[in-house]
């Protein structure tokens, strides 16, 4: 046989074997139409996923085995229902599994690990994995520990940092191993790694009340709500060696649980990023399963941190007073009575395991009526009520966000059905533009105008288009505070801009439901939605504002108005040249000034600053700061900031690295090199930063100073 002929006969077996595995996809995947409808929940996610993966391995000779398998799965799966079997009862030991997620409805993949003598009655303490970044749910952690448990490790959509659909990921996935195994609710347990840590951090801060305890390694948490956790079990572990996450932020973490004793801090000498097998020591895994929840502790705080108002432990906040700044909640609870200090809360649901008798809030007493173990109470002209009606409606609720755990739905004209702007938008994890973090197995959904009708929704809706193309915006038009008059788009209160060059992002409340909102794109484009060049790198921040108008026009957006709204705009502006002026303009110029005002207030003898705009400060000032209208809109990101007080031989290592790193910007006072000890005040994303640089502070260097950035905007921009 000629070299040309056995070429060629190679060629076309590949041809059909790939037509062949294309025939079978199509085949399991009418399979997979025809029962999705009846199928249980056990196996719904199961069927999307492999449905997913198959057609991703499909082609790709490299993982043709795997390939293989995943077509095996899919048609073993597809007995086992057909059987009426559930096929989780035969699964022990070590395995990849889906849940149907209720955000966008596609097959998010799971490891579980289900002990193989277990008698599935007597419940178990879970164990909950989060990775790293550039990990999946099929890394594990260390584990030895003979107490019987099950695992779980998420996906969380791969690398959003357990954000917005990541976020909503780990709730969901929970939620379905407790409705297929008995778990026991005071048991549950969560450990991470890198990002995994940040990750633990974070639905630490803001679900304290689901965990029994917590392990984070190499995490960090500058801009969470620690203070929100001290009262859980926790181990924290990090190398000081570490230059992808340095030990400082451990170090700030640390003071926070001062006077707590169930804190767990540990570093390891030497040791770098990859901390677990220095950790095995303190038998982390053990750890987690020696602790028990305390479903009502006697004591409890509790901050929210703007993206949802919260729950933990037998309490329920339910509405803010401004719904565009922080709440925070201070209880005791006594025998038949719960007493306690409020901060911006409008309603909130109290419960104890006993009768409450009376409530003590903010100075002010309510007698309960009897047998009564939950109560809502709701503020109305200053004064507590119970009861659940009264306070004021805003007619939004809070900013829009993405990070809020609720589904997303867009909702498009026919014309708008394969507009590049909306797939690009749908595939993406927190509505970047493009694929750079597409999101793994799922979407958000695309649905037409004619598919919503009148019916309440079940999600946030993103509306695209105008009231001509879109019958779904003209439908929500009339209950909007903005309305079209011939070749003008007019904004109640603000302005009157040009329909045809006006770019325009509005939030508002569904008229239907008030729990969910509604995002209108009105001329945006995959270019000026949300990569908004006046503002710089929106899309990293947690929510958006109620209003952003731009003039699309020309080249480059320019920012026309902003603003947030209650029952009227609490601020709005049209025209940013009255209040931004030319050294404010860019991130560093505002930061910069922000940092001089606050080396003022903190008397300290420098300060340390970078010259970047970090995307990771999780901690933004938004809305109600005063009648300054666009600042919270500003390109800074609001930090804590620290202090930290250095010898003179640490300040000379601290000035070598600045002038090898020029992005790090150190200013000090006439007199600080005089001193045996100089005290600097920097943004708490610095000490990260600097970790990648290979600095770390030294360890008894760093302080907090309960000051933040925030705090001196009105100062330099007024």
């Known amino acids: 046989m000629s070299l040309k002929r056995l070429i060629l006969g190679i060629m076309l077996a590949c041809a059909l074997g790939g037509v062949a595995s294309e025939a079978e996809i199509e085949r399991l995947e009418q399979r997979n139409q025809a029962i999705l409808p009846g199928t249980p929940a056990h196996s719904e996610g199961m069927l999307l996923f492999l449905n997913e993966e198959a057609r991703k391995l499909s082609g790709d000779e490299k993982k043709k085995a795997e390939f293989e398998q995943t077509l095996a799965r899919w048609k073993e799966l597809h007995a086992a229902l057909a059987e009426k079997r559930n096929p989780l009862d035969a699964q022990t030991g070590r395995f990849e599994w889906a849940f149907r997620s209720r955000m966008d409805g596609s097959g998010q993949p799971i490891m579980l690990e289900v002990p193989a003598e277990w008698d599935r009655k007597t419940p178990l303490p879970l164990v909950i994995?989060?990775?790293?970044?550039?990990?999946?749910?099929?890394?594990?952690?260390?584990?030895?520990?003979?107490?019987?448990?099950?695992?779980?490790?998420?996906?969380?959509?791969?690398?959003?940092?357990?954000?917005?659909?990541?976020?909503?990921?780990?709730?969901?996935?929970?939620?379905?191993?407790?409705?297929?195994?008995?778990?026991?609710?005071?048991?549950?347990?969560?450990?991470?790694?890198?990002?995994?840590?940040?990750?633990?951090?974070?639905?630490?801060?803001?679900?304290?009340?689901?965990?029994?305890?917590?392990?984070?390694?190499?995490?960090?948490?500058?801009?969470?709500?620690?203070?929100?956790?001290?009262?859980?079990?926790?181990?924290?572990?990090?190398?000081?060696?570490?230059?992808?996450?340095?030990?400082?932020?451990?170090?700030?973490?640390?003071?926070?649980?001062?006077?707590?004793?169930?804190?767990?801090?540990?570093?390891?000498p030497g040791v770098g990023h990859n901390v677990l097998p220095a950790s095995g020591a303190h038998s982390p895994i053990d750890f987690l399963l020696r602790q028990k929840r305390n479903p009502f502790p006697e004591h409890l705080f509790f901050e929210t941190d703007l993206t949802f108002p919260g729950f933990r432990e037998?309490?329920?906040?339910?509405?803010?007073?401004?719904?565009?700044?922080?709440?925070?909640?201070?209880?005791?609870?006594?025998?038949?009575?719960?007493?306690?200090?409020?901060?911006?809360?409008?309603?909130?649901?109290?419960?104890?395991?006993?009768?409450?008798?009376?409530?003590?809030?903010?100075?002010?007493?309510?007698?309960?009526?009897?047998?009564?173990?939950?109560?809502?109470?709701?503020?109305?002209?200053?004064?507590?009520?119970?009861g659940a009606s009264g306070g004021t409606e805003y007619s939004c609720g809070g900013m829009f966000s993405l990070f809020d755990g609720a589904p997303i739905r867009f909702v498009v004209s026919d014309s708008y059905g394969q507009n590049a702007a909306v797939g690009a938008w749908s595939r993406s994890a927190d509505l970047r533009s493009g694929d750079r973090r597409r999101m793994p197995y799922g979407q958000f959904p695309v649905r037409l105008a004619s598919e919503i009708g009148a019916a309440a929704p079940d999600a946030h809706l993103i509306l695209v288009g105008g009231p001509e193309d879109n019958p779904a915006v003209a439908a929500f038009l009339p209950h909007w505070p903005v309305r079209f008059e011939e070749d003008s788009l007019v904004i109640r209160h603000i302005g009157r801009f040009p329909k045809k060059t006006t770019a325009l992002a509005l939030v508002f409340r569904h008229p239907e439901n008030p729990r969910f909102r509604t995002l209108w794109l009105y001329n945006q484009t995959e270019k000026s939605f949300p990569a908004w060049g006046a503002i710089g790198g929106w899309a990293w921040r947690d929510r958006l504002p109620d209003l952003m108008a731009h003039d699309v026009s020309g080249a480059d957006s320019v920012l026309l108005a902003a603003g947030n709204f209650g029952n009227d705009w609490i601020w709005a502006e049209r025209g940013a040249e009255p209040i931004l002026q030319e050294q404010y303009r860019s991130a560093n110029g505002l930061q910069e000034a922000l940092m001089l005002a606050a080396w003022k207030k903190a008397g300290t003898d420098g300060m340390l600053y970078g010259s970047y705009n970090e995307p990771w400060a999780m901690q933004n000032s938004m809305g109600s700061l005063g009648r300054s209208s666009l600042l919270a809109l500003l390109p800074v990101r609001f930090q804590p900031l620290t202090r930290a007080v250095l010898n003179r031989g640490e300040l000379q290592k601290l000035r070598e690295f600045c002038i090898a790193k020029p992005e790090f910007r150190l200013r000090l006072s006439p007199n600080a090199e005089e001193k045996e000890d100089v005290s600097l005040l920097l943004p708490e994303n610095i000490v990260m930063m600097a970790s990648y640089g290979k600095y770390n502070f030294p360890k008894e260097a760093l302080s907090r100073t309960g000051l933040d950035l925030r705090d001196f905007i009105g100062a330099v921009l007024r």
Request: hydrophobic share 40%; aromatic share 10%; net charge neutral.
């Open 314 to 386: 037998g309490l329920s906040i339910e509405r803010l007073l401004d719904p565009h700044c922080y709440g925070s909640v201070k209880l005791e609870r006594r025998a038949g009575q719960i007493s306690g200090t409020t901060k911006n809360i409008e309603r909130l649901t109290l419960s104890a395991p006993w009768p409450i008798q009376t409530v003590a809030l903010d100075n002010q007493e309510l007698t309960v009526p009897a047998g009564r173990t939950g109560v809502t109470l709701a503020r109305r002209d200053g004064v507590w009520h119970l």
């Open 129 to 268: 994995g989060l990775h790293g970044l550039g990990g999946t749910h099929r890394s594990w952690l260390p584990d030895k520990a003979a107490t019987m448990h099950l695992k779980l490790y998420v996906l969380g959509r791969g690398n959003p940092f357990y954000r917005a659909s990541g976020e909503r990921d780990v709730l969901e996935a929970l939620e379905f191993v407790r409705a297929m195994y008995p778990v026991d609710p005071d048991r549950i347990g969560i450990g991470g790694m890198s990002m995994g840590g940040w990750g633990v951090n974070r639905m630490a801060a803001r679900y304290p009340g689901l965990w029994s305890g917590v392990v984070s390694y190499c995490g960090w948490a500058y801009g969470l709500p620690v203070k929100n956790f001290v009262d859980l079990p926790v181990q924290f572990h990090h190398g000081d060696a570490d230059w992808a996450v340095g030990i400082g932020n451990q170090r700030l973490i640390e003071q926070d649980f001062a006077g707590a004793s169930n804190g767990h801090f540990y570093e390891y």
